[in-house]
Protein backbone atom coordinates (compact mmCIF):
# COMPACT_ATOMS: atom_id res chain seq x y z
CA UNK A 1 0.00 0.00 0.00
CA UNK A 2 0.98 3.34 -1.01
CA UNK A 3 -0.77 6.63 0.27
CA UNK A 4 -0.48 9.14 -2.62
CA UNK A 5 1.20 12.77 -1.56
CA UNK A 6 -1.17 15.41 -0.17
CA UNK A 7 -2.62 17.13 -2.96
CA UNK A 8 -2.87 20.87 -2.24
CA UNK A 9 -0.14 20.58 0.66
CA UNK A 10 -3.03 19.28 2.66
CA UNK A 11 -3.00 16.18 4.59
CA UNK A 12 -5.86 14.42 5.04
CA UNK A 13 -6.98 11.63 6.69
CA UNK A 14 -9.64 9.18 8.31
CA UNK A 15 -10.06 8.92 12.09
CA UNK A 16 -12.04 5.88 13.09
CA UNK A 17 -15.09 7.56 15.46
CA UNK A 18 -16.69 5.38 17.71
CA UNK A 19 -18.07 8.97 19.32
CA UNK A 20 -16.47 8.06 22.27
CA UNK A 21 -13.84 10.41 24.40
CA UNK A 22 -10.51 9.26 22.46
CA UNK A 23 -11.81 8.88 19.27
CA UNK A 24 -12.49 12.43 19.49
CA UNK A 25 -9.69 13.67 21.22
CA UNK A 26 -7.55 11.58 18.62
CA UNK A 27 -9.59 13.85 16.05
CA UNK A 28 -8.65 17.26 17.73
CA UNK A 29 -4.80 16.47 18.21
CA UNK A 30 -4.55 16.07 14.56
CA UNK A 31 -6.71 18.76 14.06
CA UNK A 32 -4.43 21.19 15.99
CA UNK A 33 -1.71 20.72 13.51
CA UNK A 34 -3.40 21.52 10.49
CA UNK A 35 -4.40 18.31 9.10
CA UNK A 36 -7.78 18.00 7.50
CA UNK A 37 -9.98 14.73 9.17
CA UNK A 38 -12.82 13.17 8.27
CA UNK A 39 -14.30 10.69 10.42
CA UNK A 40 -14.90 7.05 9.68
CA UNK A 41 -17.96 5.08 11.39
CA UNK A 42 -19.45 1.71 10.85
CA UNK A 43 -22.64 0.51 11.32
CA UNK A 44 -24.36 -3.13 11.47
CA UNK A 45 -26.79 -4.91 13.45
CA UNK A 46 -24.98 -4.83 16.74
CA UNK A 47 -23.79 -1.45 16.81
CA UNK A 48 -24.81 2.35 15.10
CA UNK A 49 -23.03 5.24 13.94
CA UNK A 50 -25.18 7.44 16.74
CA UNK A 51 -22.38 8.26 18.86
CA UNK A 52 -20.25 9.07 15.97
CA UNK A 53 -22.60 11.57 14.17
CA UNK A 54 -22.95 13.31 17.62
CA UNK A 55 -19.14 13.50 17.92
CA UNK A 56 -18.60 14.75 14.11
CA UNK A 57 -21.50 17.34 14.76
CA UNK A 58 -19.72 18.69 17.75
CA UNK A 59 -16.58 18.97 16.64
CA UNK A 60 -17.33 20.17 13.21
CA UNK A 61 -15.85 16.77 11.11
CA UNK A 62 -17.45 15.61 7.97
CA UNK A 63 -18.43 12.01 8.46
CA UNK A 64 -18.16 8.59 6.39
CA UNK A 65 -20.98 5.86 7.73
CA UNK A 66 -20.18 2.63 6.10
CA UNK A 67 -22.03 -0.41 6.41
CA UNK A 68 -20.06 -3.03 8.10
CA UNK A 69 -22.91 -6.02 8.38
CA UNK A 70 -20.94 -8.61 6.26
CA UNK A 71 -17.60 -7.95 7.72
CA UNK A 72 -18.90 -8.41 11.38
CA UNK A 73 -21.16 -11.58 10.60
CA UNK A 74 -18.02 -13.40 8.91
CA UNK A 75 -16.10 -12.31 12.10
CA UNK A 76 -18.69 -13.66 14.37
CA UNK A 77 -18.90 -16.86 12.73
CA UNK A 78 -14.87 -17.38 12.46
CA UNK A 79 -12.87 -15.24 14.29
CA UNK A 80 -9.50 -15.57 13.61
CA UNK A 81 -8.06 -14.20 16.89
CA UNK A 82 -11.19 -15.24 18.81
CA UNK A 83 -13.63 -13.81 21.24
CA UNK A 84 -13.22 -11.17 24.03
CA UNK A 85 -15.27 -12.16 27.34
CA UNK A 86 -18.84 -12.52 25.62
CA UNK A 87 -19.19 -12.78 21.82
CA UNK A 88 -17.22 -10.11 20.35
CA UNK A 89 -14.16 -10.71 18.00
CA UNK A 90 -13.09 -7.24 18.62
CA UNK A 91 -9.43 -7.81 17.68
CA UNK A 92 -10.54 -8.57 14.37
CA UNK A 93 -13.88 -6.39 14.00
CA UNK A 94 -11.03 -3.46 14.56
CA UNK A 95 -8.42 -5.23 11.95
CA UNK A 96 -11.52 -4.71 9.21
CA UNK A 97 -12.35 -1.84 10.25
CA UNK A 98 -8.92 -0.08 9.83
CA UNK A 99 -8.51 -2.30 6.59
CA UNK A 100 -11.73 -0.51 4.95
CA UNK A 101 -10.75 3.11 6.39
CA UNK A 102 -7.24 2.55 4.80
CA UNK A 103 -8.45 1.18 1.35
CA UNK A 104 -11.00 4.28 0.96
CA UNK A 105 -7.95 6.79 2.25
CA UNK A 106 -5.90 5.41 -0.61
CA UNK A 107 -9.47 5.71 -2.91
CA UNK A 108 -9.75 8.86 -1.65
CA UNK A 109 -6.53 10.24 -2.11
CA UNK A 110 -5.76 10.55 1.52
CA UNK A 111 -2.53 9.66 3.43
CA UNK A 112 -3.53 8.31 6.63
CA UNK A 113 -5.75 6.67 8.56
CA UNK A 114 -5.89 7.22 12.76
CA UNK A 115 -7.66 5.56 15.86
CA UNK A 116 -8.34 6.99 19.42
CA UNK A 117 -7.02 3.87 21.00
CA UNK A 118 -4.48 4.36 23.93
CA UNK A 119 -1.42 1.80 24.86
CA UNK A 120 -2.19 -0.38 27.35
CA UNK A 121 -5.71 1.25 28.55
CA UNK A 122 -7.62 -1.92 28.31
CA UNK A 123 -5.56 -5.10 29.67
CA UNK A 124 -6.64 -7.28 26.04
CA UNK A 125 -7.57 -5.47 23.49
CA UNK A 126 -5.15 -2.59 23.51
CA UNK A 127 -1.68 -3.95 24.81
CA UNK A 128 1.35 -3.72 22.09
CA UNK A 129 0.99 -7.06 20.83
CA UNK A 130 -2.88 -6.51 20.16
CA UNK A 131 -2.14 -3.04 18.38
CA UNK A 132 0.64 -4.65 16.54
CA UNK A 133 -1.53 -7.73 15.39
CA UNK A 134 -4.21 -4.65 14.62
CA UNK A 135 -1.81 -3.08 12.89
CA UNK A 136 -0.41 -5.96 10.85
CA UNK A 137 -4.00 -7.76 10.19
CA UNK A 138 -4.54 -4.15 8.51
CA UNK A 139 -2.02 -4.22 5.91
CA UNK A 140 -1.95 -0.44 6.84
CA UNK A 141 0.86 -0.80 9.97
CA UNK A 142 2.92 2.39 8.04
CA UNK A 143 -0.39 4.34 7.42
CA UNK A 144 -2.12 3.88 10.98
CA UNK A 145 -1.53 6.38 13.31
CA UNK A 146 -2.52 6.05 17.34
CA UNK A 147 -2.06 10.17 17.99
CA UNK A 148 -2.72 9.81 21.65
CA UNK A 149 -0.17 7.38 22.33
CA UNK A 150 2.04 7.48 18.73
CA UNK A 151 5.10 8.56 20.32
CA UNK A 152 5.49 5.17 22.43
CA UNK A 153 4.86 3.44 19.31
CA UNK A 154 7.25 3.01 15.78
CA UNK A 155 7.17 5.74 13.76
CA UNK A 156 4.90 5.88 10.81
CA UNK A 157 5.73 6.94 7.04
CA UNK A 158 3.12 10.32 7.25
CA UNK A 159 5.69 10.90 10.49
CA UNK A 160 8.65 10.42 8.56
CA UNK A 161 7.70 12.26 5.42
CA UNK A 162 6.99 15.33 7.33
CA UNK A 163 3.16 15.05 6.95
CA UNK A 164 2.85 14.46 10.31
CA UNK A 165 4.54 16.06 13.17
CA UNK A 166 5.47 13.45 15.70
CA UNK A 167 6.50 15.95 18.29
CA UNK A 168 2.60 17.51 18.40
CA UNK A 169 1.43 13.64 18.92
CA UNK A 170 1.35 12.32 22.36
CA UNK A 171 2.00 9.34 25.15
CA UNK A 172 -0.66 8.46 26.86
CA UNK A 173 -0.17 5.05 28.22
CA UNK A 174 -2.04 3.03 31.02
CA UNK A 175 -5.50 2.80 32.24
CA UNK A 176 -5.81 6.04 34.08
CA UNK A 177 -8.17 8.71 32.19
CA UNK A 178 -6.83 11.59 33.81
CA UNK A 179 -4.66 13.14 30.82
CA UNK A 180 -8.00 12.31 28.72
CA UNK A 181 -9.78 14.54 31.22
CA UNK A 182 -7.13 17.49 31.09
CA UNK A 183 -7.64 17.04 26.84
CA UNK A 184 -11.18 17.44 27.27
CA UNK A 185 -11.04 20.05 28.63
CA UNK A 186 -8.01 21.98 27.12
CA UNK A 187 -10.00 21.08 23.85
CA UNK A 188 -13.63 21.87 24.76
CA UNK A 189 -14.75 18.70 24.52
CA UNK A 190 -17.78 18.48 26.31
CA UNK A 191 -20.90 15.76 26.07
CA UNK A 192 -19.53 12.74 25.44
CA UNK A 193 -20.31 9.21 26.08
CA UNK A 194 -19.38 7.74 29.11
CA UNK A 195 -17.57 5.16 26.73
CA UNK A 196 -17.95 4.70 23.39
CA UNK A 197 -20.08 1.56 24.27
CA UNK A 198 -23.44 -0.05 22.27
CA UNK A 199 -21.79 -2.92 20.93
CA UNK A 200 -24.32 -5.30 22.06
CA UNK A 201 -21.66 -8.05 21.27
CA UNK A 202 -20.79 -7.29 24.56
CA UNK A 203 -23.65 -7.49 26.32
CA UNK A 204 -24.13 -10.39 28.85
CA UNK A 205 -27.88 -11.03 27.73
CA UNK A 206 -27.47 -10.16 23.81
CA UNK A 207 -24.19 -12.28 23.17
CA UNK A 208 -25.68 -15.69 25.12
CA UNK A 209 -28.38 -14.90 22.27
CA UNK A 210 -26.69 -14.55 19.98
CA UNK A 211 -24.09 -17.92 20.64
CA UNK A 212 -27.17 -19.97 20.62
CA UNK A 213 -28.49 -18.56 16.81
CA UNK A 214 -24.46 -18.76 16.08
CA UNK A 215 -24.78 -22.33 17.63
CA UNK A 216 -27.83 -23.33 14.98
CA UNK A 217 -25.90 -21.86 12.39
CA UNK A 218 -28.32 -19.01 11.91
CA UNK A 219 -25.22 -16.11 12.31
CA UNK A 220 -26.02 -14.49 8.61
CA UNK A 221 -29.73 -13.90 9.81
CA UNK A 222 -30.15 -10.46 9.92
CA UNK A 223 -33.36 -10.61 10.68
CA UNK A 224 -33.28 -13.15 13.80
CA UNK A 225 -30.62 -10.67 14.96
CA UNK A 226 -33.11 -8.03 15.36
CA UNK A 227 -35.35 -9.88 17.38
CA UNK A 228 -32.97 -10.67 20.32
CA UNK A 229 -32.98 -7.46 21.35
CA UNK A 230 -37.06 -7.97 22.30
CA UNK A 231 -38.64 -10.18 24.65
CA UNK A 232 -37.56 -13.57 26.44
CA UNK A 233 -36.27 -15.87 23.87
CA UNK A 234 -37.13 -19.63 23.98
CA UNK A 235 -36.00 -22.32 22.03
CA UNK A 236 -37.78 -25.32 20.75
CA UNK A 237 -35.27 -27.31 18.59
CA UNK A 238 -32.86 -26.59 16.39
CA UNK A 239 -34.72 -24.65 14.01
CA UNK A 240 -37.74 -23.86 15.91
CA UNK A 241 -37.80 -20.51 18.59
CA UNK A 242 -40.77 -18.57 20.48
CA UNK A 243 -39.99 -15.10 21.23
CA UNK A 244 -42.46 -13.73 24.48
CA UNK A 245 -42.70 -9.81 25.00
CA UNK A 246 -41.58 -9.02 28.33
CA UNK A 247 -43.55 -5.51 28.29
CA UNK A 248 -46.00 -3.30 25.87
CA UNK A 249 -42.94 -1.99 24.35
CA UNK A 250 -41.77 -5.48 23.52
CA UNK A 251 -44.85 -6.50 22.22
CA UNK A 252 -45.30 -3.80 19.41
CA UNK A 253 -41.58 -4.13 18.39
CA UNK A 254 -42.26 -8.35 17.60
CA UNK A 255 -45.81 -7.53 16.49
CA UNK A 256 -43.62 -5.24 13.50
CA UNK A 257 -41.03 -7.48 13.05
CA UNK A 258 -42.68 -10.72 12.63
CA UNK A 259 -42.84 -12.20 9.36
CA UNK A 260 -45.55 -13.70 7.41
CA UNK A 261 -44.03 -16.82 7.81
CA UNK A 262 -44.01 -16.40 11.21
CA UNK A 263 -47.23 -17.37 14.12
CA UNK A 264 -48.51 -14.72 16.01
CA UNK A 265 -50.13 -15.44 19.35
CA UNK A 266 -51.84 -13.04 22.35
CA UNK A 267 -53.72 -14.28 25.17
CA UNK A 268 -57.37 -12.97 25.20
CA UNK A 269 -58.94 -13.29 28.24
CA UNK A 270 -56.57 -11.66 30.50
CA UNK A 271 -53.46 -8.95 29.48
CA UNK A 272 -50.96 -10.91 28.34
CA UNK A 273 -47.28 -10.83 25.76
CA UNK A 274 -47.14 -10.98 21.98
CA UNK A 275 -45.51 -14.71 21.63
CA UNK A 276 -44.16 -14.73 17.83
CA UNK A 277 -42.94 -18.09 16.98
CA UNK A 278 -40.34 -18.56 13.96
CA UNK A 279 -39.28 -21.65 12.07
CA UNK A 280 -40.87 -24.65 10.43
CA UNK A 281 -43.23 -24.88 13.81
CA UNK A 282 -45.90 -27.99 13.91
CA UNK A 283 -49.34 -27.96 15.61
CA UNK A 284 -47.10 -29.31 19.12
CA UNK A 285 -44.36 -26.24 18.99
CA UNK A 286 -47.78 -23.65 18.43
CA UNK A 287 -49.27 -24.95 21.73
CA UNK A 288 -46.12 -25.20 23.93
CA UNK A 289 -46.20 -21.18 22.35
CA UNK A 290 -49.35 -20.86 23.69
CA UNK A 291 -48.46 -22.39 27.30
CA UNK A 292 -45.39 -20.38 27.53
CA UNK A 293 -47.36 -17.45 26.20
CA UNK A 294 -49.70 -18.16 29.45
CA UNK A 295 -46.92 -18.64 31.55
CA UNK A 296 -46.12 -15.02 31.31
CA UNK A 297 -49.27 -13.60 31.10
CA UNK A 298 -51.15 -11.34 34.08
CA UNK A 299 -53.29 -15.27 35.19
CA UNK A 300 -51.17 -16.98 37.58
CA UNK A 301 -52.97 -19.91 37.72
CA UNK A 302 -55.84 -21.65 35.37
CA UNK A 303 -56.72 -21.77 31.57
CA UNK A 304 -56.25 -18.96 29.36
CA UNK A 305 -58.11 -18.72 25.95
CA UNK A 306 -55.02 -18.03 23.67
CA UNK A 307 -55.79 -17.15 19.73
CA UNK A 308 -53.27 -18.11 17.02
CA UNK A 309 -52.84 -16.05 13.92
CA UNK A 310 -50.30 -18.30 10.54
CA UNK A 311 -50.77 -17.69 7.53
CA UNK A 312 -53.09 -20.45 7.23
CA UNK A 313 -55.99 -18.00 9.39
CA UNK A 314 -56.52 -18.13 12.77
CA UNK A 315 -57.75 -20.65 16.07
CA UNK A 316 -57.89 -20.60 19.37
CA UNK A 317 -56.83 -22.51 21.99
CA UNK A 318 -57.50 -23.11 26.22
CA UNK A 319 -54.11 -23.53 28.10
CA UNK A 320 -52.57 -23.70 31.03
CA UNK A 321 -49.26 -21.99 31.45
CA UNK A 322 -46.11 -23.82 31.14
CA UNK A 323 -44.38 -25.44 34.74
CA UNK A 324 -40.65 -23.66 36.01
CA UNK A 325 -39.28 -26.82 34.55
CA UNK A 326 -40.22 -26.74 31.01
CA UNK A 327 -39.62 -22.48 31.31
CA UNK A 328 -36.02 -22.68 32.67
CA UNK A 329 -35.23 -26.01 29.77
CA UNK A 330 -36.39 -24.19 27.24
CA UNK A 331 -35.18 -20.24 28.11
CA UNK A 332 -32.42 -19.33 25.78
CA UNK A 333 -30.71 -16.69 28.20
S1 LIG B 1 -16.76 -3.84 20.89
FE1 LIG B 1 -17.91 -4.53 19.08
S2 LIG B 1 -17.61 -2.89 17.58
FE2 LIG B 1 -16.03 -2.63 19.13
S3 LIG B 1 -14.26 -3.72 18.32
FE3 LIG B 1 -15.39 -5.14 19.67
S4 LIG B 1 -16.77 -6.27 18.30
FE4 LIG B 1 -16.07 -4.45 17.16
Known amino acids: MEMKEPAGGTVRGY ?46 LPLVVEDFTEEILRLVEHPPHGFGSYLNPCIDCHTAMIRLAGRRAEQDGFQFVATGEVLNQR ?72 SAGGCRLTEPNFSARMKDLRNHGCVSDVHAIEMLRYGRH ?73 RIRTGGGECRVSVVGSPDEVVNRLRVC
Open 123 to 194: PMSQNRRSLDIVADGSGYRDWLIRPLSARLLPETEPERRGWIDRGRLLDLNGRSRKPQFALAERYGVTDYPE
Open 234 to 306: FRLNSKVKVIVGRDEADNNKLERLARPRDALLDTLEVPGPIIVVTGPYNDDDLLLAAQLGVRHSDRKSGAVEV
Open 15 to 60: VLMSGGLDSRLAACVLREQGVAVTAISFTSPFFGADNARDAALRLG
